[in-house]
């Protein structure tokens, strides 16, 4: 059997005394497409930073593709093929559009280190900067600068930034968030349209985009999975509609 | 320092208005008279910003007072001065002297006040062959074991007064024990070492042997190591330091229990008009004081008085009298200050009288032998001065040695 | 696109024609000016080497150095002491001040390439005034305040059949050349982009996984080594070496020049270089408050093009 894509057993995470996340177990199989949702504060985020290791966990281990990597560095999970977005966009906002694309291209490249000739002569390079960009629909835009684009363009960037290094598992945090209808249906499309080898972890606050992308569906609730299942299940518990409605929960 | 400093300011802005009015009326009246040869250009520089930048005014003021004595005027020419700011960074001060060569094609070449600025023109000069002048510059090796041929010094070496200072301070001061402290760098570690050699020979010893680096703000932590049961303390300083030393030596209640010795500069006139009380009773050595008894001196205080609203420091006096060399110089050649070799050995061989330091001759290396003074700091008429209180006459920079014996010894250092 | 990866669109509009008068300036100027002109010609030639260096740190990578004025200095004074001290042939000298000036930069580097922004600019302040201090204290070694003098001529040291200022400038000129081709080729390289990338967001070029604090590091001793060459060719020049080479008004002096010029353009800080010291040279020849004007100047040009001269009149980076 393949080892799973992502394995969180008994992940915490606590800032002084506030247990932000609360031994967490989650299970991403290779190619899975999963949500996880929650209300504001429920600990997404913080989960997030904890799994691409922006942010060390208190206690638990993480396993990417079986390999221990709790103690390891962002920039070395990354080589080990995992990708992230972040909630508030994090670009070059100073590079073109081009520019960005490459240099998230040459990030798992040796030529990364090469200073004796210039980035435009490794044509192999900017031909898959330039077929992502089409991937991505961002052709036209490949010479602006990057902190000129509007917010929709640019989170279409921050998600091709992300797979320009071909992950395996791609971490997207809210990336529908203060995009239009129109353009999260876009966004939307191309999310859909991600290689189905690449394993997928949505966080979103908004359950139907949630629902709309997923099959399974984490319930991340004051830092603890509250339930965790197929969408359909999850979308008839009582306690999730509970939380979404505002109603209390039972202390 | 502040208030001082305001009025330096003001004083020059003064002195810039008259000296243009000057140089107007002269060339007018030169214009009218002859189409004669051009001015001697005389190239000049000093820090005049920066920590050291009093030092350096005092230096140009005496020259230009020189000058204006002398209506802008030596061997039938006028004298154009060109003066630029080093700003006491020897980096500067090259690129500054090529300027004044180079660019301005000066004739010759005064001042600089730091040593490591005048080991840097050194080379530069040499291979320029402009003869210069350095009024203030007393690294004891510039006119000895590295000595310059197209550079006289007209200032002193830092050994020089202490040599005789020393054996003062064994032989009339009747010390026996000394502690020291001066700031880590060339002057203080030459001065300190001319004073230790003399003083140790006539049989005094030094029990300690103290170094303050350049930037120091707080001399608690050297007070407090200095031993009450010496005889005296000798003390190198200047500007900044001098003032602070004096007034911490007072604080720390070393004043009175132990008398305070030192190299000129620490009292020297540059700061004692900023010092109180505590300054009164340090007794010092150099070869001027601004309370200098001769005639000379007298017209010379008294005009510089008039002139800039203060008293001469022996930075005022330095250049007042190194100029003295430059004039004659130019007079020996007859103006002719083309035939450069000439006029190196006019300046070489000038004998200027009527100093206000009393009489100098240059020695063969080209340093002056001059009278070293020891003064105690007196309050007379409600103003501190340096009183002189004994005479050491013709003191040259190898003292009582013999030159090519004492040349072989190594340069004194830390 | 190609114009469109160079890191700035160097040669665009107004750029152009001055780049290319500034170079042929540099390449056939000499012979026609005084002997003094070529010794500030040589001056800004070497600065700009150092400013260029510091613009890779300072511009392209965005660590703000104020301490970079001491490999400058530290490679100068090896020069010295090889040359004066164990009076060491041309090469040893040359090749012994890169070397000591690059080993020193990559000894702190390892210390200093965990931090940024402001906690950089400390740190690299702090260890400028510990080496600074080091020139003024170890005596024996460095001469002290006096420093040292009497290091060769370039040209005799080298064994050149010519000598003079316009000799010496134009080898500077080829150190130069070749420098500023290296520097340039390496900031459009694939390394060059990430260094922008990490100016950019450090964050994320960890979490497209890169080891940014290699970059940084990697950044820092590329700019000592560059810093070194031209610290090598200020000793040199002058013929004698002194702690103000690597004091704190040198290195902010050096932080004038590429924030003056336009960081992150390579050419901006070779015009900063340039500017000041013709500045500095020319205004104190005329007044004693030259200090006050120059500060009127850059107060000026700083509010004028607060991206400095050479990006005038391109959009604001954020």
């Not at chain 3, 613009?55 to 004074?77: E, K, M, N, Q, R």
């Not at chain 3, 690299?124 to 001529?153: C, E, F, H, Q, Y």
């Not at chain 3, 694939?190 to 950044?219: A, D, I, Q």
Request: proline residues 5%; hydrophobic residues 45%; aromatic residues 10%.
């Amino acid at each position: 059997m393949t080892p799973a894509c992502l394995a969180l057993d008994n992940v915490s995470r606590h800032f002084g005394g506030l247990k932000a996340v609360d031994k967490v177990n989650l299970i991403v199989q290779p190619g899975e497409r999963r949500a996880v949702i929650g209300p504001n504060g429920a600990g997404k985020t913080t989960l997030f930073n904890v799994i691409s290791g922006e942010v060390r966990a208190s206690e638990g281990t993480i396993a990417l593709f079986g390999d221990d990597v709790t103690k390891l560095a962002p920039h070395q999970r990354a080589v080990r093929g995992m990708a992230r977005t972040f909630q508030i966009t994090k670009l070059f906002p100073n590079l073109t559009v081009m520019e960005n694309v490459l240099l998230a291209c040459e990030a798992q490249d040796p030529r990364r280190f090469t200073m004796h000739r210039p980035m435009s002569s490794c044509v192999d390079l900017e031909r898959r900067a330039e077929a992502l960009l089409a991937q991505f629909g961002l052709g036209t835009f490949a010479h602006d600068t990057a902190k000129n684009l509007s917010y929709g363009v640019q989170r279409k960037l921050e998600v091709a930034l992300s797979m320009a290094g071909r992950p395996r598992l791609l971490l997207l945090d809210e990336p529908m968030a203060g995009l239009s209808s129109g353009e999260s249906e876009s966004m939307l499309a191309i999310l859909r349209n991600l290689d189905s080898a690449v394993a997928v972890l949505l966080i979103e606050h908004d359950m139907d985009i949630a629902f709309a992308f997923a099959e399974r569906v984490t319930v991340l609730y004051q830092g603890r999975v509250l339930t965790d299942g197929h969408k359909d299940e999850v979308s008839a518990n009582r306690t999730v509609q509970d939380i979404y409605l505002g109603s209390p929960i039972a202390e | 320092m502040e208030p001082r400093k305001k009025q330096a300011h003001v004083v020059s802005a003064f002195r810039r208005t008259v000296i243009i009015a000057l140089v107007v009326a002269g060339a007018t009246l030169t214009l009218a008279q002859t189409a004669e040869r051009p001015p001697v250009k005389i190239g000049f520089m000093v820090p005049l910003s920066g920590a050291n930048a009093q030092n350096g005014r005092d230096i140009l003021n005496g020259f230009l007072l020189l000058l204006e004595e002398t209506g802008y005027q030596a061997g039938g020419r006028k004298i154009e001065l060109i003066v630029e700011d080093d700003e006491g960074i020897p980096a500067v001060g090259l690129t500054k002297a090529r300027k004044l060569i180079e660019r301005d094609g000066v004739h010759m070449m005064g001042g600089a006040l730091l040593t490591s600025t005048g080991y840097a023109l050194a080379p530069y000069i040499e291979s320029q062959g402009i003869p210069m002048v350095y009024p203030v510059v007393s690294a004891d090796d510039l006119t000895q074991r590295r000595r310059a041929k197209w550079i006289i010094r007209t200032g002193y070496t830092g050994s020089q007064p202490n040599h005789p200072f020393g054996e003062y301070a064994y032989n009339t001061l009747k010390l026996r024990t000394v502690a020291t402290i001066a700031l880590d760098y060339g002057f203080g570690w030459e001065s300190v070492g001319g004073f230790r050699r003399t003083f140790e020979e006539q049989g005094g010893r030094i029990t300690q042997s103290l170094w303050a680096p350049l930037s120091i703000h707080d001399f608690a932590p050297y007070l407090a190591q200095i031993s009450r049961d010496v005889d005296a303390v000798y003390a190198l300083f200047l500007g900044r330091t001098a003032l602070q030393f004096v007034r911490q030596y007072e604080e720390y209640g070393l004043k009175g229990r132990v008398q305070l010795i030192g190299m000129g500069t620490t009292t020297d006139e540059h700061v004692l008009p900023a010092m109180g009380d505590e300054a009164i009773g340090v007794i010092t050595a150099l070869h001027y004081s601004g309370a200098l008894e001769n005639p000379a001196n007298r017209k010379f205080a008294a005009a510089y008085r008039a002139r800039y609203k203060r008293v001469p420091s022996y930075y005022s006096e330095s250049m007042y009298t190194g100029g003295k060399w430059v004039l004659a110089a130019i007079d020996a050649v007859k103006g002719n200050v083309e035939d450069r070799n000439a006029l190196l050995e006019g300046l070489r061989n000038a004998r200027p009288t009527d100093l206000p330091r009393g009489p100098v001759v240059l020695d063969e290396y080209g340093n002056p032998i001059e009278n070293i003074y020891v003064r105690r700091v007196e309050r007379v008429n409600g103003v501190l001065q340096n009183t002189v209180i004994a005479t050491l006459p013709n003191v040259s920079q190898f003292w009582k040695y013999n030159p090519a014996e004492y040349l072989k010894q190594p340069l004194y250092a830390r | 696109m190609d114009a469109a990866n160079l890191p700035s669109n160097v040669l665009r509009g107004w750029r152009r024609p001055v780049f290319y008068a500034l170079a042929v300036l540099l390449v056939v100027g000499p012979p026609f000016l005084s002997t003094y002109w070529v010794g500030l010609l040589t001056q800004m030639v070497i600065l700009a080497i150092l400013a260029m260096s510091l613009d890779i740190l300072l511009g392209y990578t965005g660590l703000p150095s104020l301490g970079h004025a001491a490999f400058f200095g530290v490679a100068a004074y090896a020069v010295a002491v090889l040359a004066t001290r164990y009076q060491l042939g041309f090469w040893t000298c040359v090749l012994g001040g890169i070397m000591i000036g690059t080993l020193c930069s990559a000894a702190i580097g390892l210390i200093v390439s965990h931090v940024r922004d402001v906690y950089f600019l400390m740190i690299t302040l702090a260890i400028g005034m510990v080496l600074w201090g080091l020139s003024n204290r170890w005596i024996p070694m460095t001469g002290g305040d006096n420093g040292l003098a009497g290091i060769p001529r370039l040209e005799t040291h080298a064994g050149l059949p010519f000598a003079g200022p316009i000799p010496f400038y134009y080898v500077t000129l080829l150190v130069f050349a070749v420098s500023a081709g290296i520097m340039a080729l390496l900031v459009r390289s694939p390394f060059g982009l990430t260094l922008r990338g990490v100016r950019e967001s450090e964050s994320r070029m960890k979490s497209l996984g890169f080891n940014t604090w290699l970059h940084c590091y990697l950044s820092f001793v590329i700019s000592g080594v560059f810093a070194s060459v031209a610290g090598v060719m200020w000793a040199y020049y002058n013929g004698f070496v002194s702690p103000t080479y690597l004091d704190l008004t040198a290195s902010s002096e050096l932080f004038l020049m590429v924030t003056l010029g336009g960081p992150a353009t390579l050419v901006g800080p070779v015009i900063g270089a340039g500017a000041i010291v013709l500045l500095k040279n020319v205004i104190s020849a005329y007044t004693a408050r030259w200090l006050l004007i120059l500060g009127i100047v850059y107060i000026v040009a700083i509010l004028g093009a607060p991206q400095g001269l050479w990006n005038l009149g391109r959009s604001k980076r954020t």
